[in-house]
């Protein structure tokens, strides 16, 4: 139903928007880009306060349908991520998955697509909080087995732990050595390497109260951090004056290497030696430049959260240069420890650990965001892979010496399992499922076996814990509609049946001898036509439309409805079936879906066609407006009064281009507000006749709504946008392509008209309000930063298939 769509143009195109103000990129920053060069397309930057973890589906693979692998590639990126040497899955992107806190999944067995859209209104829960839907492929194998006993690819850094995590005994000589005895050889939190405030006063690190630190600014910080609490970066440059070193640059990150903060200062005191060849810092560069130490640490205060946790190669020198105090540290310096108190240079460990270049002699000078960055992960690193790991796997290249056993005779290690489960308990991580007993044994530490969904609910809310990883399995659907499976594919057929009859327009009459090829040329204005049907009765001649689009159906109606057709007026109606009863309620609903919150339709209509239309004053006995409407009420095309925005005339930008292009729709719409993207829908080799177009935020597209009339001038129509992007999958599935005799589908439509509502609807109803409310629920008990996945598996047999559905949200702070 919508075809894969045109990327997204370059900034520059969306006419004279305002830019965001950026500081130009280093080195590492592009090659960061580089690295995630795929994203770029869907992800929109944000700031420090906006980084949440979320995802989204890439454009192309929105009319496929996922697997069973796919599935679990995203889950294996969501808890080990990049750094677990798992890479971005290939058909979605999950943004900040650092930020990810736990993954759960909600099994449904039984249950597919169809009675998803046969029971929309019901399932509020889930059509309004998860806002990425995929239609889901059947599996044949087990789903919850698949998922824990999947094998993770094979990485360097996950079979270290797995193996040192497996030792039972420390080698002696690494008893004594200065990270070991320090902190021991756990794995733990970051509040383990935060330094005290009696080692703060040792290694001379400003503190408040202490002699000589009077005058020093001081940020807001809460009193204790947690393990959950922000990272931040900060790396400064100095210039020798006549008082000594002073701060002459300032560079700040976020916990996901975004520079947030790059400041040049102006020192107080005249300037005696730049120190070009550490700092980078020359005379030209500090001439315009009129920030102060009392700005910069104004900044810093507002741009720190209070439980912010501060990490940098010395960082006290960086503080004292700051004239700052900021209670909760990290100093990678004092992490990654030397015999004798001595210290590495943060060059030295960058390219030991981190596989990378800094300070290179070709530079002139240190790049301050690249050395916070690269304390930063440096800092992530030590954490997640702990003191122990971190001695052995860089013993010798850090440390200088090695380790040989002296057991000759002793028992090969045992291999490291790859399994998903294995790995995640190997790195501390819980996992738990509950639900009914698997064929397959899962070999989980933590296995709850339920057959009820009130008894797998009840169990969950029990732990006092959420585990890292946890599937939970329900089946009382399935029990049910096990009893009634022929009902079930017939259900199933008939949700599709009524999907394409939200898609259908009855019209006429048309004049005598007019053909389905004329009828197609004229309601093809509004969208892509699936197919005609010219209905012959004993006097007059109507027609059946079938579009594509939902979209193309609302337009005819508003748009076609009146039309003059050779001098006879034509009447455009929806069918009159028991399915469409509640279709104003699903349309609704539909428009106010997450996916379409911020979504216009557009066709562009030739100028001879646009005069024969006939606008309706009043839409289903009201005036239409930005809400609900595409075009109001008007008696020729020039006369469209513009629209008004904060008093000020609203004149889209006037076109003489006759084909929709991504730059014509955006220079045309971008006046109502930021354009995200422009979907230009195809088929190859032909042109697009109409579009989708994505704001930045819901008020562009209701002033869009709002200004229906001056859109016309340009030949515009639009209207809210309905149809689910990932429907055309689904139909794609369930829709088989094959010749229908005329009498069995003039049967099948008798049936249509005369359906009743049986037991089994009803009771169906009752079961999936009862499960919608448990999954809401179970959503609320989530800690946030969840990526929360609800799968309905879907149903698979010997002679059909009917898709599931995946749905899959990050839970946000509320």
């Known amino acids: 139903m919508e075809p894969s769509s045109s990327s997204s143009a370059a900034a520059g195109a969306t006419c004279n928007r305002k830019k965001r103000k950026n500081n130009s990129p280093t080195a590492h920053e592009d090659a960061k880009r580089l690295k995630t060069g795929q994203e770029s397309e869907e992800t929109l930057e944000c700031g420090p306060s906006s980084c949440s973890p979320r995802i989204s589906v890439l454009l192309d693979r929105l009319r496929q349908p996922i697997t069973q692998n796919e599935l679990t590639e995203l889950l294996h990126y969501a808890a080990l991520g990049k750094t677990g040497g798992i890479k971005q899955p290939s058909w979605c992107r999950l943004h900040h998955q650092k930020s990810i806190k736990a993954v759960n999944v909600v099994i449904i067995e039984g249950l597919t697509q169809g009675h998803f859209y046969k029971h929309y209104l019901t399932l509020r829960h889930l059509r309004t909080n998860y806002t990425t839907r995929m239609t889901f492929t059947p599996s044949s194998t ?6 824990f006993g999947s094998e993770v690819p094979k990485s360097d850094g996950l079979f270290h732990s797995q193996r040192h995590s497996e030792s039972s005994e420390l080698h002696k000589a690494l008893t004594i050595h200065p990270i070991i005895t320090k902190f021991g050889t756990k794995r733990r939190g970051l509040t383990a390497y935060v330094l005290t405030q009696e080692e703060m006063i040792k290694r001379h690190y400003p503190v408040k109260g202490m002699p000589g630190f009077e005058d020093f600014a001081c940020t807001e910080s809460v009193d204790c951090v947690t393990d959950s609490s922000p990272l931040y970066g900060l790396d400064c440059e100095m210039c020798l004056t006549k008082t000594g070193n002073e701060l002459a640059r300032v560079s700040l990150v976020d916990s996901d290497g975004n520079c947030v903060m790059d400041e040049l200062v102006k020192p107080q005191n005249r300037i ?9 810092i020359t005379a030209a560069m500090l001439r315009p430049i009129t920030t102060t130490l009392r700005d910069v640490q104004v900044k810093l205060r507002t741009l720190l959260p209070k439980d912010a946790v501060l990490v940098g190669h010395s960082l006290d020198n960086d503080l004292m240069a700051l004239k700052l105090i900021h209670q909760h540290v990290i100093d990678t310096s004092l992490l990654y420890r030397r015999e004798f108190g001595q210290r590495f240079k943060l060059k030295v460990l ?13 530079k002139s000078g240190h790049n301050p965001i690249e050395d916070a960055v690269a304390a930063l992960e440096l800092a992530q690193y030590f954490i997640r892979t702990g003191p122990r790991q971190v001695v052995e796997l860089h013993l010798e290249e850090l440390w200088g010496y090695t380790i040989t056993e002296e057991c000759t005779d002793c028992a090969p290690a045992p291999t490291p399992s790859h399994r998903f489960s294995d790995i995640l308990q190997t790195l501390g991580r819980s996992v738990a499922f509950i639900g009914k007993r698997s064929e397959i044994t899962l070999d989980l530490s933590n296995q709850l076996w339920y057959n009820s969904d009130k008894e797998v609910m009840a169990s969950f809310r029990r732990q006092s814990k959420c585990p890292f990883l946890s599937v939970l399995q329900f089946s009382s659907l399935s029990d049910h509609l096990k009893k009634c499976l022929p009902y079930q594919e017939q ?32 309601f093809c204005c509004c969208g892509p036509v699936r197919k005609t049907k010219i209905l012959n009765t004993a006097v007059r001649v109507h027609a059946e439309v079938e579009f594509e689009l939902l979209e193309g159906a609302m337009l005819a109606l508003k748009i076609l409805n009146g039309v003059n057709v050779q001098g006879q007026s034509i009447k455009v109606q929806r069918p009159v079936y028991e399915s469409m009863l509640d279709l ?11 996916f379409n919150a911020s979504q216009l339709y557009a066709v562009k209509v030739k100028p001879s066609m646009l005069e024969r239309m006939h606008i309706p004053a009043r839409v289903n006995g009201h005036t239409s407006d930005g809400k609900c409407s595409g075009v109001t009420s008007v008696t020729t095309v020039d006369s469209f009064p513009s629209a008004q925005v904060n008093g000020q005339q609203l004149q889209p930008a006037t076109t003489t281009k006759s084909k929709l292009s991504e730059e014509t729709v955006r220079e045309t719409f971008c006046h109502f507000g930021t354009v995200e993207r422009v979907v230009l829908p195809a088929e190859h080799g032909k042109h697009a006749k109409h579009a989708y177009i994505k704001f930045e935020s819901s008020e562009g597209k209701h002033m869009a709504l709002s200004s229906s009339k001056s859109l016309l001038k340009e030949k515009y129509l639009i209207c809210p946008s309905l149809t689910p992007t990932h429907l055309p999958s689904w139909v794609a599935m369930t829709t088989p392509m094959k010749t229908v005799d005329p009498d069995e589908e003039a049967a099948e439509d008798e049936d249509r008209t005369h359906m009743h509502t049986s037991s089994q609807d009803h009771e169906m109803g009752l079961m999936m309000g009862k499960l919608d409310r448990r999954l809401r629920t179970l959503f609320r008990s989530l800690p946030d930063g969840t990526l929360s996945v609800v799968v309905l598996l879907g149903h698979t047999s010997a002679h059909s298939q009917l898709p599931g559905l995946c749905l899959m949200e990050v839970k946000q702070s509320s």
């Open 142 to 147: 087990d789903v919850v087995s698949g998922i």
């Open 272 to 280: 005696l030696n730049y120190l070009t060849r550490f700092s980078g």
């Open 350 to 362: 960058a390219e030991t650990v981190l596989k990378r270049q800094i300070q290179t002699e070709e």
């Open 491 to 522: 259900q199933n057929h008939r949700v599709c049946a009524n999907l394409r009859d939200m898609c259908v327009v009855f019209a006429g009459p048309f004049p005598a001898g007019f053909s389905e090829r004329e009828v197609r040329r004229l």
């Open 584 to 594: 104003d309620l699903t349309l609704d609903a539909l428009m106010d879906d997450s």
